[in-house]
């Protein structure tokens, strides 16, 4: 999957794919990828082009999910789950809004760093990027209990410049969740900006799509404290040129 369909690391992984006789199925707006499945026959879903590949990932997402029950990999029932996590957040859209703009303004101005359970890493790494991109700010992120036997050791330097995003389900490991109570005592020591975040949702996927919602108005909202462009991306496109240019 790839929404431009020119991803250099896709590609190179579709090739070993079919260098060694797998399935392929691509999903993509276009591209060399498009082209290469249907030169080769390959199963492919075209997706809508045009826009901000961060902006489409419900498109992607989706599609995924059918592309795994096609293929027997997972079963029905996640239909149910998407459309209930539709519900959730067309219903809980305002109140998101409203939490993201307050979280954001405790934001600005600080290194943000990002914390949540493993099974959540995703997550993390979406509000990453979308700062990263969107805000045009560097933050880092980490998974607990893995951050535990290592990070947390680095916390010896942290400064009142940090803010802490600790991403939370109430279903969350027992004994993470005893972890993420200790984790937070330590961090006080160095940084009064801690914020949790918790998610909303009866199924994995409208939690998981919850949370990712609020973090993508955060990245918003801070751009535009911020007066930048969110769309903004010129220095990927120069890496890309660069590149090209070595072939």
């Known amino acids: 999957c790839s929404y431009s369909g020119n991803t250099e690391e896709t590609i190179a992984a579709m090739e070993q794919a079919l260098a060694k006789g797998a399935r392929v199925c691509v999903i993509t707006s276009g591209g060399k990828m498009l082209e290469m499945a249907r030169e080769k026959g390959l199963d492919h879903i075209v997706i809508p082009g045009g826009n901000p590949p961060r902006t489409m990932l419900a498109y992607s997402l989706t ?9 027997g990999i997972i079963r029905d029932g996640f239909e149910k789950s998407i459309a209930a996590a539709a519900e959730l957040l067309e219903r809980e859209k305002e109140a998101i809004k409203k939490e993201a703009l307050e979280l954001t303004g405790k934001l600005v101005g600080k290194q943000l760093v990002i914390y949540s359970e ?130």
């Open 63 to 71: 599609q995924q999910f059918f592309v795994l029950r096609h293929y």
């Open 118 to 247: 493993a099974s959540t890493e995703a997550v993390s790494i979406r509000f990453r990027q979308q700062v990263n991109e969107n805000s045009k700010e560097l933050c880092w992120h980490h998974a607990i209990p893995e951050m535990n036997h290592n990070e947390l050791v680095g916390w010896a330097g942290g400064d009142g410049n940090l803010a802490v995003v600790i991403f939370r389900h109430k279903e969350d490991h027992e004994r993470t969740q005893m972890r993420m109570e200790i984790n937070k005592g330590i961090f006080e020591k160095h940084t009064s900006h801690i914020h949790e975040v918790w998610s909303k949702g009866a199924s994995a996927i409208g939690r998981q799509l919850y949370l990712i919602n609020l973090g993508d108005w955060v990245s918003l909202y801070w751009a535009n404290k911020k007066g930048v462009d969110p769309s903004e991306i010129a220095v990927i496109n120069m890496l890309k040129g660069k590149l090209a240019e070595m072939k």
